[in-house]
């Protein structure tokens, strides 16, 4: 056994908390514009996931949350014919896993043509995802595939702070005693039909933030952050407003692992606070300098952080995640 990270053990909680609801089911969704050799795929698939702990792992039933990793778990390959992946997504979302017993993750090909990766997101973070696809695919066209270098995972969790500083949350949280509404809270239920809305920026919208975003001196995703908290600051009349945010938490931890294959990402709260005076610019400053100032923190346990704030009892840090 191992520990789990921050991020898991809120994962797992959830998922035994409301069974059956998808939540933190990842589906990769591969479409093939040309046949494809079915067993030749399955053995890269079923060679690269051998590589990895994670999918031998599953969590512990009882008492803490916790890591097992077991010596041996089946690899699940299943092929149907003829079934419509419209029906097939949200059916195999529901299914879920037992996450007591590896393995966490299985891939179905659709007849011979559409490919679908279900995993539980408690195993891999999207640059984890990325490196297992860019192994499979590897693999499968014949190349040579270097083991991963840098630290194991097991190894990135041993590395993790254990302390928390409880100062610097208290500060960052001080005054705030209000969870942020969204302004269109009531409209609907987390527990109804969830559906997604995707909105594409043309190229030259793109390359004139990414052009303002280097005149600023801050990232794309500083500039989406203050987007963001500008939207809430809108919507819930308030001009002191906390979000989530996810780190890649990789960086924050005294081992190599840029490349480590699980899940090293957390969530932490950002907090906004403008004026009369905000000016666009010193509103990008001041988050570049709080997300600079939030690496040394970046996997705190969002339970024992909020224990840190002067919110009621029972009422969340946040309703929304960038």
Known sequence: MIPATPLQRGMVFHARLHPGSGTDIEQVVLTFNEPVDETRLRDAWEETTSRYPVFRTAFSKNGPIRQIVAEHAPFQWIALEKTALESFLPADRRAGFDLGQPPLSRCTLLGGKVLVWTVHHALLDGRALARVLREVFALYEGHEVES???????????????????????????????????????????????????????????????????????????????????????????DDVVFGATRAGRAGVPVEAGDTVGLCINTVPVRVMTGETTTVSGLLQALRQQWTDLRPHEHAPLAEVQKCGELPAGQPLFRSLV
């Open 148 to 238: 991963c270098a840098g630290a194991t995972f097991a190894e990135f969790v041993e590395a993790l702070p254990t302390s928390l500083d409880r100062d610097f949350w208290r500060k960052h949280l001080a005054g705030f005693r209000a969870c942020t509404p969204l302004g269109v809270d009531g409209l609907g239920s987390a527990e109804g039909p969830q559906r997604d809305r995707e909105r594409l920026l043309s190229e030259p919208d793109t390359a004139e933030l990414t052009r303002f975003s280097a005149r600023e001196g801050v990232s794309l995703n500083i500039l989406l952050q203050a987007a963001w908290a500008l939207l809430l600051q809108h919507y819930s009349r308030e």
